[in-house]
T-cell receptor, first 117, second 111 residues
Framework: GAVVSQHPSRVICKSGTSVKIECRSLDFQATTMFWYRQFPKQSLMLMATSNEGSKATYEQGVEKDKFLINHASLTLSTLTVTSAHPEDSSFYIC?????????????FGPGTRLTVT | KQEVTQIPAALSVPEGENLVLNCSFTDSAIYNLQWFRQDPGKGLTSLLLIQSSQREQTSGRLNASLDKSSGRSTLYIAASQPGDSATYLCAVDGSSYKLIFGSGTRLLVRP
């Protein structure tokens, strides 16, 4: 149980175009999903917290107009990288949280490798 | 601001060795701590979650301990195997259920 999928797994796009990444919780409903990015050989950095039916909360330094997040249902959150540039090339990973005892546990998707040429 | 540090950054051991990975965090006010495994180019697999009221969790050959007051956690891997080679990340959940990650320990288990 607690499977999270991402689509696509890999995408190459030209500079200036927009790219949408989907994150789905396959066998559970997630009121909260998270988006991270990871540069090579570095750890995960939280970009934003996505709550179903409300606006995402962005971390300091993350441009909300560039990284559009929509959490339209309890099983789907999307991240759109608008007007992508080569510096946006990275590994994007989403997670969905599920109650675990007195706290929550996050389950991660397999990630999306974005390359902007 | 919460900071998470993992030592060592990289580790190479022969197959069969028992090993310990270390994680420290600066703010002891956490809800839980999770250990993850990440294979190259892949997402994260959750290994163990320790709630703030717990001191350790075990799963198979893995044992994770938590000392919240000193801001430390260890992941113990018994009888290591080549298939254990991966990057191991620890993360703490301090507020709003947001995870703060360490930089990871890259483990290589040599046959």
């Amino acid at each position: 149980g607690a499977v999270v999928s991402q689509h696509p797994s890999r995408v190459i796009c030209k500079s200036g175009t927009s790219v949408k990444i989907e994150c789905r919780s396959l066998d559970f409903q997630a009121t909260t999903m998270f988006w991270y990015r990871q540069f090579p050989k570095q750890s995960l950095m939280l970009m934003a917290t996505s709550n179903e039916g409300s606006k995402a909360t962005y971390e300091q330094g993350v441009e909300k107009d560039k990284f559009l997040i929509n959490h339209a249902s309890l099983t789907l959150s999307t991240l759109t990288v608008t007007s992508a540039h080569p510096e946006d090339s990275s590994f994007y990973i989403c997670s969905a949280s599920l109650p675990s005892g007195a706290t929550y546990e996050q389950y991660f998707g397999p990630g999306t490798r974005l390359t902007v040429t | 601001k919460q900071e998470v540090t993992q030592i060592p950054a990289a580790l190479s051991v022969p197959e069969g060795e028992n090993l310990v990975l270390n994680c420290s965090f600066t703010d002891s006010a956490i809800y839980n701590l999770q250990w993850f495994r990440q294979d190259p180019g892949k997402g994260l697999t959750s290994l163990l979650l320790i709630q703030s009221s717990q001191r350790e969790q075990t799963s198979g050959r893995l044992n994770a301990s938590l000392d919240k007051s000193s801001g430390r956690s260890t992941l113990y891997i018994a009888a290591s195997q080549p298939g254990d080679s991966a990057t191991y990340l620890c993360a703490v959940d301090g507020s709003s259920y947001k995870l703060i990650f360490g930089s990871g320990t890259r483990l290589l288990v040599r046959p």
